[in-house]
């Protein structure tokens, strides 16, 4: 499966936007998904993910009740609504995909993932 981040910007601290991660070349609703992000000099680490129906989602700690992620599986697209951001959220936001997989369940690990989107960059000023 093949993904195209888009959605980033700079933006001022309290903003919000929306990440969108379009999907092409297998079937998307067989895939769990997940957004990471990275910066300079340190790992990539997780941020959310959702699973391949969408009803069971997962976020790491330091953007509960901030970010959203949510998936149309018509269109192939899974979003990640971001709220409140703040400049610790600088960062390229990565989306990813695991293997396929019949099993409805969210992964956490990035190890889990073997698919990536070249990443779109966040940027938030103080």
């Known amino acids: 499966v093949q993904l195209q981040a888009s959605g980033g910007g700079l933006v001022q601290t309290g903003a919000s936007l929306r990440l969108s991660c379009a999907a092409s070349?297998?079937?998307?609703?067989?895939?769990?998904m997940g957004w990471f992000r990275q910066t300079p000099g340190k790992e990539r680490e997780f941020v959310a993910a959702i699973a391949r129906s969408g009803g069971i989602t997962y976020y790491a700690n330091f953007v509960k009740g901030r970010f959203t992620i949510s998936r149309d599986n018509a269109k192939n697209t899974v979003y990640l609504q971001m709220n409140s951001l703040k400049p610790e959220d600088t960062a390229v936001y990565y989306c990813?995909?695991?293997?396929?997989?019949?099993?409805?369940?969210?992964?956490?690990?990035?190890?889990?993932?073997?698919?990536w989107g070249q990443g779109t960059q966040v940027t938030v000023s103080s």
């Open positions: 070349g297998r079937t998307f609703s067989r895939f769990a």
């Open positions: 990813a995909a695991p293997p396929e997989s019949t099993v409805v369940v969210v992964r956490r690990q990035i190890e889990e993932y073997d698919y």
